[in-house]
Structure formats: structure tokens, C-alpha cells
């Protein structure tokens, strides 16, 4: 079966370090998504991709970025990791705006 | 910009009961997508159902229903014989059509509990 996956699952690391969390799907789909899950704000866009080396900025996208070399994989990076940065982190694929997205399990990161 | 709006923090009701989650919206596109995702405590982001903006029929998925209410811009998720296993977060979330690929604005959530 077609899924997606994201690692780790969970991580703790310190201010200022560099950090990326993966983001593997089968299904094929052109269209990727990384959001952030805060309570009292639902999940948020953070940056997303229609196709291979397309990538664009969402709603909340200073101090992350994404890569896209490849269908399948679209990681996340934090550059200098911050307190505020401690969430939980969603990536999803697509087909298409009727279709919804399919999420990963998350990727709870807690920043010290 | 799209904004998703669900003004219950917290709902709770008895297994076998009925029980409705509100959902609002603004969005300036004409066609646009409206789902319901479920979140368990396994964080596991779950589809429960869609609704098309240019469908006047309510989506129903099993118990789970909707009441679509489009000049309003109003979403709601009707759970009918409500069981222990829906007890979860749950999100209204927004996709736009035409370019914007699965791109989703979600609510804040509205977090279900479930008494036996």
C-alpha cells in the first residue's frame, strides 16, 4: 500500500543547532506539504511543492526551508533551531485540491 | 486569504448520542473544498469526509454527516451514534480549487470527548 512516512518521531534537540525531518511518500504525487500543529492554531502551512525543484513559502515559513529533488521526499530544515520551534510537525501529499492530503504519523520536535 | 474558523475548544457527548461540530468560513474563490479530518490521540491525521462547494447535497460518510450551508459559509459535522472510538480532535480545514494542488487552511479544533 502507498503511504508516507516521516523521521523521527520524535526528537529533542538544542537552540541554534541545524535540524531536518524527513518526509517520504509513495504515492506518487507531485503535490507536498510540511505543516506545523500548535494548540489554539490548528495546523499551519509552512512551506510546500507542486513538483520536483518547485518550492514555495507558506503562512509561517521564517526560519525553515525545503528541498525538492526528487518525487518522493521533501525534507525539512530548520536552520538555527529556536524555542519557538517546538511543535508538532506534519508533512502531506496530495493528488489534487478534491482530493485532501494524506499526512504522515508527525514528528514531535522539542527544542531546548 | 482563506481563514477556517471552529469557535468550540471542547465538545463533549454520551455514546449513543448525536452530536455537532461548527465550522465557519471566508474564502474569496468560487471553487473551493470543505473536509472534516479526525486526529486520535495517535496524532494520525484521519479523512472523515469531503463536501464540493458546487454540490448542494450534504456529504454523509456512515454516521458522519454535514450540513453545508454555502451563502452562510458554514461547515458543521453532525456524528450520529456518537461511540467511544470518536473521542479525538477534530479539524475543518479548507482547500481552494484550480492551482492551489491540496493546499489545506485549517480551524483551530475542537477537541471531542466521549462519555460511556
Known amino acids: 500500500d502507498a503511504e508516507i512516512t516521516q523521521s523521527p518521531r520524535h526528537k529533542i534537540t538544542e537552540t541554534g543547532r541545524q535540524v531536518t525531518l524527513a518526509c517520504h511518500q509513495t504515492?506518487?504525487?507531485?503535490?507536498m506539504f510540511w505543516y506545523r500543529q500548535d494548540l489554539g492554531h490548528g495546523l499551519r502551512l509552512i512551506h510546500y511543492?507542486?513538483?520536483?525543484?518547485?518550492?514555495n513559502k507558506g503562512e509561517v515559513s521564517d526560519g525553515y526551508s525545503v528541498s525538492r529533488s526528487n518525487t518522493e521526499d521533501l525534507p525539512l530544515t530548520l536552520e538555527s533551531a529556536a524555542s519557538s520551534q517546538t511543535s508538532v510537525y506534519f508533512c502531506a501529499s496530495s493528488e489534487g485540491s478534491a482530493h485532501g492530503a494524506f499526512f504522515g504519523q508527525g514528528t514531535r520536535l522539542t527544542v531546548v | 486569504a482563506q481563514t477556517v474558523t471552529q469557535s468550540q475548544p471542547e465538545m463533549s457527548v454520551q455514546e449513543a448520542e448525536t452530536v455537532t461540530l461548527s465550522c465557519t468560513y471566508d474564502t474569496s474563490e468560487s471553487d473551493y473544498y470543505l473536509f472534516w479530518y479526525k486526529q486520535p490521540p495517535s496524532r494520525q491525521m484521519i479523512l472523515v469526509i469531503r463536501?464540493?462547494?458546487?454540490?448542494?447535497q450534504n456529504a454523509t460518510e456512515n454516521r458522519f454527516s454535514v450540513n453545508f450551508q454555502k451563502a452562510a459559509k458554514s461547515f458543521s459535522l453532525k456524528i450520529s451514534d456518537s461511540q467511544l472510538g470518536d473521542a479525538a480532535m477534530y479539524f475543518c480545514a479548507l482547500g481552494a480549487g484550480g492551482t492551489s494542488y491540496g493546499k489545506l487552511t485549517f480551524g483551530q479544533g475542537t477537541i471531542l470527548t466521549v462519555h460511556p
Open positions: 511543492s507542486y513538483g520536483v525543484q518547485d518550492t
Open positions: 463536501q464540493e462547494a458546487y454540490k448542494q
Open positions: 504515492w506518487n504525487h507531485n503535490n
